[in-house]
């Protein structure tokens, strides 16, 4: 069975003759044709901005990928906000979880013809913590971008990621994100080097946004355990609609 989540191939492509890709979901190149959730989109893109982490969540095939890459992904770029597409492969042999998201990161850069100022950061060894405090991220027209992480099937991380030590690491990076608090390796480092947090890190110049199926939802209460920030303070957004094309 197609699994209805996963980007339609670059054989199926979404044009005039077949503005819709059925089970598959559309993706941000494809959202001219995709039609009546402009409403959602502008809702979820107020909550995006206004705090740093928002929740969306819906039953499976309502459409939330469709919802996040063809309906809010074109407003976050004009209102300068740098979507990060991230689907995490929490396979036994798929890079860290953390370096994926890093690698996300610059690949959204890279794909907005942008350029990253991240003086004096090896981010190979950095927390996402650091990097996402440090690093400066400008558009080709020198405006600053705020990156904004969207973990879509974020379902995963309690699936194929049940039980990895790979996928506790992301659970701790993305909990001291949220929650905009010192990570303790980060604090490890400066105590054994004598060193200080020569960074702005009291602000939040980062959004995060969350996507999984409603049925889920248990399991994520569970996990706020350990990102207890989820619980308190995410912005909540429920996928309710079926994507549509132009007729």
């Known amino acids: 069975m197609t699994d209805p989540g996963r980007y339609a191939p670059s054989d199926a492509e979404v044009d005039g003759q077949h503005p819709y890709p059925g089970l598959l979901a559309f993706r941000e190149r494809e959202s ?98 650091e990097l996402l405090h440090r690093a400066v991220l400008w558009s080709p027209t020198n405006r600053l971008l705020q990156p904004v992480l969207v973990f879509d099937q974020f379902e995963e991380l309690f699936t194929i990621g049940a039980g990895s030590a790979a996928a506790a690491d992301l659970v701790v990076e993305l909990e001291d994100l949220i929650s905009n608090q010192v990570p303790e390796s980060l ?44 619980r308190s303070e995410p912005s909540t957004a429920q996928a309710t609609e079926t994507p549509r094309s132009i007729p």
Do not use: M
């Open 32 to 129: 001219v044709f995709f039609f009546g959730r402009q409403e959602e989109a502008e809702q979820l893109l107020r909550l995006v901005r206004r705090d740093v982490a928002t929740l969306l969540f819906g039953g499976s095939g309502i459409g939330k990928s469709s919802l996040i890459h063809a309906g809010l992904f074109p407003l976050l770029r004009q209102n300068d906000l740098l979507p990060v597409s991230i689907r995490v492969d929490f396979a036994a042999d798929a890079p860290h979880p953390v370096a994926q998201v890093k690698a996300a990161v610059r690949a959204a850069v890279a794909g907005s013809a942008g350029e990253i100022e991240c003086p004096e950061l090896e981010w190979d060894g950095a927390t996402l913590w």
């Open 187 to 230: 604090q490890r480092r400066l105590e054994e080097g004598g060193g200080t947090i020569d960074l702005p890190h009291e602000r939040q110049d980062f959004r995060v946004l969350v996507s999984l199926r409603e049925d889920f939802l248990p399991l994520l209460e569970e996990l706020c355990d350990d990102i207890p920030s989820l």
